[in-house]
């Protein structure tokens, strides 16, 4: 039986997944030897059934326990050896982010047979001098991240980690496709729509289609696209003249000269980046906005110095140069140099958790203030060539990585803005070229994030057409798999976890009537996408698409699309936002909700199973779609969205009694989802993943609304389904990045982080003080 022990030992420390999260306010905790038994007793009683004191504690040789005394770590780590007994072979998802071959230098004799059990599982990590630290104390937090690494490798018992117990199988035997980083859920539908996609691209092949028709440009397009012989025999030579002009440019004036023929000729500027979208504060007006020099790592990896990083790096910018012409050791140098200046853009660059927050990223700058930014720069003159230049502001996103870039662009540094813009350009047209280019970022790749082989010729030519004329197939994708029943389903499903919702806010305690009145006012004006778009996107009939026989290529293809679609919103600059309009592809397997639009987006790419089925219970299709639907209508009040009214515009709603109690809860968030160990070594960042929490629990707790209404709901259904569409693997170096880059949190602490803080988890599987998945009712957390 499970004793209270330990649930009372670990109510604010456990984490019911990947590991511990460590808080802020806890004080390390040497254990005692008796605790670490006291704890095996309790985490271990099901692993071997029912394991005994003292075969986990066998004492000193004079006999005696010492169980008041600090434990070393080698002992800890015998006696939890003992309490799981042998452990199992590790393999797939384990096998890929375990630590292996390591042989510790400090183990002695009698440790050796219960730390090899351990190593060989893959849950150890030693010091830079190949030793474990023996003789090192261990707190209770570190211990507890031990057991939960045993429980992960086991999977066996849902009531320790409930999301590895659903999905073990699964994660035993999942595999990486070559060129991939990561495998799930959604890469598995991702491949099942492109496989329905393949099948239409090549059925168009061959066929006597009138020229200008979508489906002769899209069979011309995959044509040339799939043509390795032509595009490799071109090399560089698409991009040829843009590398002169920048090797030639013998001033800054004449290097921007020849970064604005970039832009005006391929829709694509190295040394200005500019998107246009809504005003944040008004937001039925398209603006121009102003994003800043873009860097080639994560932030934390500069910051750092990443040997790895930088070295990978560093070796893919010199072949992008040496490409371009210049000799080994030149461009190793002026690689250095490069990586240098990104890391100085770095430095001052927002935070991850601050790039959503609209009072640091809505900066309007007059055409005046953004010239006087750039000393040496005319930006007057240069926006004018971009086609900008009739914007009555430019709002800056970052305003000190646009200070630094701005400070950046001189005389001085001309020598290494030219080898940055080389470099990239290079990146963002390296798919399009020669398999000489597209090798380098291949090889950057597998080495800093782990990537074994890679795509085929087909997978990049199918990718190529998908990007580039997604409308047409986003229109025929949605003729041929989607239907009508399915359409209306969501849509129905949609408006009643709308109505459950507001049935929640309502209820809310903490929040006064004039901001729920406000929130209910935002929420009844969400405007719901299911499935694909009342009108398509015909910008493509304006494009002209070539074989390479007719003198195209995929460079020209690509980039004849991509200019068209810049030219438009470029012309849509200062006009009414088309509210309407998709932002993102049919066949995307995801949904999405728009701060501006006060919009959420479900493409018919993602409803299929596991995420929806027509023929499957409701419990399960309300736990996979339906608690992604909620996800989404949360987002319009997670920590950024909150920050905008029901039009769409960056406006406060709130009370401000109301707004202070809701950044208290979110800080609460932020500590309960922060410092979650996802693979060995790796933890969580609650800061970072903030805004992706807050729509998790909310979304989920929409969801189970809408369930508690049903006759006899399944919450076992619900909740085994959510976890079954949360399912992913990664290698180890892309999930450790993960953990320091991304918004949304690790599946692991996504699923098991989130279902504790409700009762119907409890009920349905009966968790109970002293499981690993048990947080007491005190110490759960809710917002929505």
């Given at each position: ?627 992604l639907i909620g996800h989404e209508i949360s987002h319009a009040f997670d920590n950024s969205g909150a920050a905008y009214d029901e039009q769409g515009n960056a406006t406060n709603w709130w009370t401000e009694e109301d707004l202070k109690k809701f950044e208290e809860k979110c800080k609460k968030l932020i500590i309960f989802y922060d410092g979650i160990e996802i693979i060995p070594g790796v933890v969580s960042n609650g800061k970072n993943t903030l805004s992706e929490n ?91």
């Amino acid at each position: 039986m499970k004793k209270k022990f330990l649930s009372l030992l670990m109510a604010t420390v456990m984490i019911l997944s990947a590991g511990v999260p460590v808080y802020a306010n806890d004080a390390p905790s040497l254990a005692t030897r008796g605790q670490i038994v006291n704890t095996l007793s309790t985490a271990a009683d099901a692993y071997p059934p029912d394991v005994k004191k003292e075969a986990i504690i066998q004492g000193y040789q004079d006999g005696k326990l010492r169980e008041h005394e600090p434990a070393k770590k080698i002992e800890a780590l015998v006696m939890l050896s003992r309490a799981f007994g042998e452990l199992p072979k590790p393999t797939g998802n384990d096998l890929r982010v375990g630590t292996f071959d390591v042989k510790f230098t400090d183990v002695p004799a009698w440790a050796q047979k219960a730390i090899g059990n351990l190593a060989q599982a893959g849950l150890l990590t030693g010091k830079p001098d190949g030793t474990l630290g023996v003789n090192d104390p261990i707190t209770l937090t570190e211990f507890h991240t031990l057991i939960a690494r045993v429980w992960t490798l086991q999977g066996s018992h849902l009531n320790d980690d409930f999301y590895t117990t659903m999905n073990k199988k699964w994660l035993d035997q999942s595999t990486i496709p070559p060129g991939e980083m990561m495998n799930g859920s959604i890469f598995e539908l991702h491949r099942l729509n492109t496989d329905k996609i393949t099948a239409m691209i090549e059925g168009l092949a061959g066929k006597p289609f009138a020229a200008g028709t979508k489906e002769r440009k899209l069979a011309d397009f995959y044509a040339a696209a799939l043509d390795a012989e032509q595009r490799n025999k071109q090399g560089i030579e698409p991009i040829r003249k843009y590398i002169a002009a920048i090797d030639g440019a013998k001033t800054l004036t004449e290097l921007v000269q020849a970064d604005l023929t970039i832009e005006k000729n391929i829709g694509r500027s190295t040394l200005f980046r500019f998107e246009i979208m809504g005003d944040f504060k008004n937001s039925n007006q398209n603006a121009i906005y102003f994003t800043g020099l873009k860097i080639g790592l994560d932030k934390d990896s500069y910051a750092a110095d990443d040997a790895t990083a930088k070295n990978a790096y560093v070796e893919q910018v010199a072949k992008y140069l040496v490409l371009t012409g210049e000799k080994e050791s030149a461009a190793q140098a002026r690689a250095e140099k490069v990586y240098e200046l990104e890391k100085s853009l770095a430095a001052v660059s927002l935070e991850r958790y601050e790039q959503g927050d609209v009072n640091k990223i809505y900066n309007p700058y007059t055409i005046a203030q953004f010239d006087e930014l750039y000393k040496e720069v005319d930006m007057t003159q240069a926006l004018k060539s971009m086609e900008v230049g009739h914007a009555d502001k430019i709002i800056v996103i970052d305003t000190k990585l646009a200070q630094k870039g701005a400070e950046l662009m001189t005389e001085v540094n001309l020598d290494v803005l030219k080898a940055y813009a080389k470099t990239q350009l290079l990146a963002e047209t390296g798919l399009l070229l020669s398999d000489e280019v597209r090798d380098v970022a291949n090889h950057f790749f597998a080495a800093i994030y782990g990537i074994s082989g890679k795509k085929t010729d087909k997978e990049l030519a199918i990718s190529a057409t998908r990007s580039a004329m997604s409308p047409y197939l986003e229109q025929m994708f949605a003729e041929k798999h989607f239907s009508a029943q399915a359409k209306k389903d969501v849509e129905q499903m949609v408006q009643t976890t709308i109505a459950a919702y507001e049935k929640r806010i309502q209820a809310l305690a903490w929040m006064s009537e004039a901001t729920k009145a406000n929130a209910i006012k935002k929420l009844k004006a969400i405007h719901v996408k299911v499935g694909y778009p009342d009108k398509w996107d015909t910008t493509l009939d304006r494009v002209a698409i070539k074989t390479y026989k007719e003198g195209g290529s995929l460079f020209f293809n690509s980039y004849a699309a991509t200019t068209a679609y810049m030219d438009e919103k470029k012309a849509s600059l200062g006009k009414p936002v088309d509210k309407k309009k998709w932002t993102t592809s049919v066949d995307t397997v995801n949904a999405l909700y728009s701060q501006q639009n006060n919009d959420i987006t479900i493409p018919a790419g993602i409803l299929q199973a596991p995420f929806y089925d027509v023929n499957a219970k409701l419990e399960q299709n309300l736990g996979a779609i339906g608690t992604l639907i909620g996800h989404e209508i949360s987002h319009a009040f997670d920590n950024s969205g909150a920050a905008y009214d029901e039009q769409g515009n960056a406006t406060n709603w709130w009370t401000e009694e109301d707004l202070k109690k809701f950044e208290e809860k979110c800080k609460k968030l932020i500590i309960f989802y922060d410092g979650i160990e996802i693979i060995p070594g790796v933890v969580s960042n609650g800061k970072n993943t903030l805004s992706e929490n807050i729509a998790d629990l909310g979304g989920m707790a929409a969801a189970l609304e809408v369930v508690s209404e049903l006759d006899n709901p399944d919450y076992k259904a619900f909740f085994a389904s959510y976890a079954a569409t949360e399912k992913t693997t990664a290698t180890k170096p892309f999930a450790a990045m993960l953990s320091k880059a991304a918004s949304h949190p690790a599946s692991k602490v996504r699923v098991n982080r989130t279902i504790v803080n409700f009762p119907q988890f409890y009920e349905a599987y009966g968790i109970k003080p002293g499981d690993g998945m048990y947080v007491a009712p005190e110490d759960r957390v809710s917002i929505w």
